[in-house]
């Protein structure tokens, strides 16, 4: 079987990164080729207007085509629009979609900070609608040239249901990716320089959506031996918002217990990974998540708000995730406070229970299942 992957933006990115590592793993099987196209791009635009075209000639030779869509990976705006044209225009083959954070209203919109100029309330609520409505148009668009259309969750397949999708929307789990040999805690933490204090951990590219707010918000309610770690970067246009959390820390007397790592290459995460002792996730809402399923991967306790997807997950793993409610910094620094009083530097059963559940080499399983329905409907079809 001959399947086509698509890869656009960063590398680093967590959705650019999902379609990669799939592909690697697929490319594995001995009854699997996979076919690789990554057009070349300035920023998140494809340089070349006809880059796409050629990609899209080159992958129809493949029984199944996988792209990955999210809000800006396929260009800024409006622009996306016609890059996916462009792409399903020349694209012969079945094609199968992965929905990333798709959204019909803006979730984050009720935390934005709310200007007293009705020109920029009234400039705000016109962006947001635009962009709605691209989004509208590009699930749209990929619903009507798309074989099968895929999400994380089913509590993200029920936001899909005012788009009037059909059976075609199915549900297959954010893989967790297999790791090499982990190095060892102790001396990791010796190299890190931690010594005896605990540490809590937010992973990947750092963004306002993931939360970072309500950890900066939390530092002084913590106990005074806590070392809450940023371990990433800035992601593109959110320097600014980093430099302001690492500013409040300092003017509240908290700057010593917070620690940006920048971006870490896999040696150096593995380390960090193995030092913490928890790991938190204060999203105020996901749709899947790759730093949640790397915690999986090394078997990590994780505190996360208490969203629909933690169920998802409890349904597999009754006693994974420790959870907080109120979305406030009492709340969450009294939920990470009870949580490192149960957590002692080992892997969690609850948590490698979900690893093995959603280890790559499953996901791929999955995902392989969905491609022959494809190749079978293809076949049979007229």
């Given amino acids: 079987m001959r399947i086509g992957f698509l890869h656009l933006g960063d590398r680093r990115h967590g959705v650019s990164r999902y379609g990669r590592l799939l592909a690697g793993e697929l490319d594995r099987r ?3 080729e996979v076919v690789e196209q990554e057009p070349a791009q300035e920023g998140r635009t494809v340089k070349d207007r006809k880059a796409l075209i050629r990609a899209a000639r080159a992958l129809s030779c493949c029984d199944v085509v996988h792209v990955q869509y999210n809000r800006t990976l396929w260009g800024p705006g409006r622009s996306q629009l016609g890059a996916l044209r462009r792409f399903t225009a020349h694209c012969r083959a079945p094609l199968v979609a992965s929905l990333h954070d798709v959204y019909l209203d803006d979730p984050w919109e009720r935390w934005r900070h709310r200007s ?4 920029r309330r009234l400039r705000r609520r016109y962006r947001a609608h635009r962009q709605r409505t691209v989004i509208q148009k590009a699930v749209r668009l990929l619903h009507r040239h798309c074989r099968r259309v895929l999400v994380c969750f089913e509590q993200e397949r ?19 990716e297999e790791r090499p040999a982990l190095p060892d805690r102790l001396e990791s933490r010796r190299l890190l ?3 005896s204090r605990r540490v809590a951990t937010v992973l990947g590219f750092i963004h306002p959506r993931k939360g970072y707010d309500l950890v900066v918000d939390a530092l002084e309610l913590l106990p005074e031996d806590v070392l809450v770690v940023f371990a990433g970067t800035a992601s593109e246009g959110n ?28 040696e150096l995460q593995a380390r960090w990974l193995v030092a913490t002792d ?17 915690w999986c991967s090394v078997g990590k306790p994780v505190l996360c708000h208490d969203l629909p997807q933690i169920e998802e997950y409890r349904a597999i793993s009754p006693d994974s995730f420790f959870t907080f409610e109120d979305y406030t910094p009492e709340s969450f620094a009294n939920a990470v406070t009870a949580a490192l009083e149960r957590v002692d530097g080992r892997p969690d059963p609850a948590m490698l229970i979900l690893r093995d559940h959603f280890s790559i080499a499953r996901t791929a399983d999955r995902h392989l299942a969905l491609y022959r329905e494809v190749l079978e409907e293809n076949r049979s079809s007229p």
């Fill in 30 to 32: 001995p009854d699997v």
């Fill in 116 to 119: 007293r100029s009705p020109w």
């Fill in 158 to 176: 029920s936001r899909l249901r005012p788009f009037r999708l059909d059976q075609r929307v199915r549900v297959v789990g954010h893989f967790v």
């Fill in 193 to 195: 320089g931690l010594d």
């Fill in 239 to 266: 320097e600014r918002a980093l430099r302001r959390w690492e500013k409040k820390a300092e003017k509240r007397g908290q700057g010593h217990r917070l620690k940006v790592t920048g971006y870490l290459e896999d």
């Fill in 278 to 294: 928890l790991g938190i996730c204060p999203f105020r809402f996901f749709s899947a998540s790759g730093s949640l399923a790397t």
